[in-house]
């Protein structure tokens, strides 16, 4: 199967993944094949790209983090908890869904035989805030696997994350989705999310307390520049300081309503630059050395002129994947070429196009 751009699917094609929404809600299942009016429609809902079956790459395993199921119960879980919130109830949080779809990710990752997995998400227009928290709990829980840290960690990092946006509740609606420029007591509204988040959960005594400091340390910047205490360095808890690379390329990497989403490596790069400044070091090495810049799949033009697609991550290099070629200069080549991207430094992969 390959990544296909919207616009560049055709009719006819099969899907490889079900289409579905941010509530595990599938739409199109696998195997159906794409009619114009179904990729009309996938279009206006905002999806942009789909997974589609394709012989030449029939080898090409692509390992989701985590499955469908399991996805699922973590949308549910939060939606809950933001239907209660709504309700202005005094009770303790019903976090033990929370607790449950942590631990399954945690399962689903551990067992996935490729750490390296697969972020991309086929996603439209629908609730961003649920579809972020749960992809930011699964490169939060990567990054914390990657550090080898212990179970009991995952779940205090996981918990804290996949909740760590949950003060936005009581932030008026009209402020989070203002599309114009912020005025300076709108955004400091909007800052305070930190605070509610951990006024929130520091009430739960079933849930760690480092869990709610990530609600309240995830947009402290490493150099101090962020809120809302403005903490530095190892004055933020390790907890908060993996979580703010986590969130920040998440946001980077998913569509929202007014802006594209960025490429998977164009985001990588940026969250590189910012090393020093608004991230940790030693997390953000830890951060490139574990997530896949180019996931497999993904349609990429070298430098050599050579357009192909990613059909291996290479744990060492997770910026030179494997690679197979099917074009040169947009001639077909006679026969497609298997490359590992780490043993040809000189070739560097110009854009990614998922064509
Ligand atoms: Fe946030």
Do not use: C
């Not at 997974?51 to 395993?61: A, S």
């Not at 004055?235 to 929202?256: F, N, P």
């Not at 940790?280 to 810049?293: H, Q």
């Amino acid at each position: 199967m390959r990544l296909v751009n919207m616009r560049y699917v055709e009719e006819g094609s099969i899907l490889a993944r079900p289409v579905m929404n941010s509530f595990g809600m599938i739409l199109l299942q696998t195997g159906v094949i794409l009619t114009a009016s179904y990729i009309d429609r996938l279009k206006t809902l905002g999806y942009d790209v789909l997974f589609i079956q394709d012989d030449r790459l029939d080898d090409v395993e692509i390992h989701v983090a985590i499955t469908t199921q399991t996805r699922e119960v973590a949308y549910k879980s939060i939606e809950l908890i933001s239907k209660y919130l709504e309700r202005d109830s005094k009770d303790a949080l019903p976090i033990d869904n929370v607790r449950m779809s942590v631990r399954q990710m945690i399962n689903d990752l551990l067992s996935s035989s490729d750490i390296l997995g697969n972020l991309t998400e086929i996603q439209g227009y629908d609730d961003y805030t649920f579809h972020h928290s749960v992809k930011t709990t699964i490169i939060s829980l990567i990054l914390g696997i990657a550090s080898g840290y212990s179970e009991q960690k995952l779940m205090e990092l996981g918990m804290g994350v996949l909740m760590h946006d949950i003060g936005k509740i009581k932030v008026p609606e009209e402020i989070l989705n203002k599309k114009t420029p912020l005025t300076e007591e709108e955004f400091g509204e909007i800052k305070r999310h930190t605070t509610y988040g951990f006024e929130i959960l520091r009430k739960n005594n079933d849930l760690s307390l480092l869990s709610a400091h990530i609600a309240f340390q995830h947009q402290e910047k490493w150099d101090g520049t962020g809120y809302p205490r403005g903490l530095k360095g190892s004055g933020i808890h390790e907890y908060g300081r993996l979580a703010a690379i986590a969130d920040v390329y998440e946001a980077l990497t998913s569509k929202r309503v007014y802006r594209k989403a960025m490429e998977p490596n164009e985001a990588f790069e940026y969250i590189i630059s910012q090393g020093n400044t608004h991230f940790d070091p030693k997390i953000l090495e830890i951060f490139k050395r574990n997530i896949a810049v180019y996931p497999s799949g993904s349609g990429i033009l070298l430098s050599n002129g050579q357009r192909g697609n990613v059909i291996k991550q290479n744990p060492a290099f997770p910026n030179r994947p494997f690679v197979r070629v099917f074009y040169e200069n947009e001639e077909p080549l006679t026969a497609p070429i298997d490359y590992n991207l780490a043993h040809y430094p000189s070739i560097m992969v110009v854009s990614v196009e998922n064509r």
